[in-house]
């Protein structure tokens, strides 16, 4: 069988515009614009790229939007400085840290540091228990958008059994607490591998739907996946390519052509899961600036 290829470009652009409409209707009401700032600390080319990406959505969106590059070298506490200013600054109601962070700083110290009702990345320890309890505040951009892309392709995964491939704290763990929830999109039977899970292709050949996100190329192989599987790939990596002018190219964590041959749907890299973030993010600074108006938890 031939997959479907889930375009990831294109459903992101469908929740943008619906995030612009948003973003007008409550200018129009309230006289508030959202904003977003986003931090990026060193000179990372992958990091530097996303955040220009970012910007330029929120651009497109609406949204204010405005970049605090800082240099690799500077101390943990400069940061936290800067993150504190932010949290007090009512231009702004979302911040975003890009990750990774330079080696000296404590990913977990900048995190802690972010004023969890303008965490629109879903990343603050208070935002993942209100997650983990059912009911959160923002959900973390990637695993929305997994589970949004998996939704809008009519893959619900309502009722499936669901595989993540990696247990991280951005993806991984988040999204296995996302799909099990008893709401609507989720309701999954979800079994999470790891590199302590021996033999897991004879776990994610059970699956209806698996996702691979633990950062190595082409690691799920034809031979992990069910026929007529859902695969959705998060990774991201950069392998040699001789041919390439840049000499790399981009790959995800599925070996794409052969687990295409026996997947129903699966999404590419890029231009897949990477957008779909993107557009989540966009979801949640507009639900941050709703809250910061006074329009309650369930504004829409």
């Known amino acids: 069988m031939a997959a479907t290829v889930l375009d990831g470009k294109r459903m992101a652009e469908e929740i943008r515009a619906e995030v612009a409409d948003g973003v007008r209707a409550l200018r129009e009401r309230s006289g508030v614009t959202p904003g977003l700032a986003a ?13 220009r990406n970012k910007r330029l959505a929120c651009d497109e969106a609406g949204i204010f939007s405005e970049t605090f590059a800082l240099p690799r ?26 990750l990774p962070l330079p080696p000296r700083i404590s990913e977990r110290e900048a995190i802690l540091a972010l004023d969890p009702d303008k965490d629109v990345d879903g990343m603050h320890p208070i935002n993942g228990g209100r997650l983990l309890e059912g009911s959160p505040r923002f959900l973390p951009a990637t695993p929305a958008g997994v589970q949004r892309m998996l939704v809008r392709s009519g893959n619900d995964p309502g009722g499936k059994r669901v595989v993540i491939l990696g247990r991280s704290n951005i993806v991984g763990k988040p999204l296995a607490v996302l799909l099990m929830q008893k709401a609507a999109g989720a309701n999954a039977t979800v079994t999470v591998c790891h ?18 996100a633990i950062g190595k190329p082409r690691a799920l192989t034809a031979d992990m996946v069910a026929d007529g599987a859902v695969v959705i790939d998060v990774g991201i990596n950069r392998v040699e390519d001789a041919s390439r002018k840049s000499g790399y190219r981009l790959v ?8 295409a041959e026996k997947a129903s749907a699966i999404s590419p890299t890029p231009g897949g899961v990477g957008p779909m973030t993107i557009a989540m993010l966009l979801t949640n600074t507009l639900r941050a600036a709703r809250l910061a108006a006074g329009e309650g938890e369930d504004a829409n």
């Open 252 to 259: 995800g964590d599925v070996d794409y052509d052969a687990v």
């Open 73 to 98: 070298e500077t101390p943990q506490e400069e940061l936290l400085r800067l993150l504190r200013s932010l949290n007090a600054d009512a231009r702004f109601h979302g911040i975003l840290v890009q």
């Open 195 to 212: 590199t302590g899970t021996p033999d897991a292709g004879a776990i994610t050949r059970q699956a209806d739907i698996v996702v691979a």
């Open 39 to 51: 931090v990026l600390v060193g000179d990372d080319p992958a990091s530097a790229v996303y955040v």
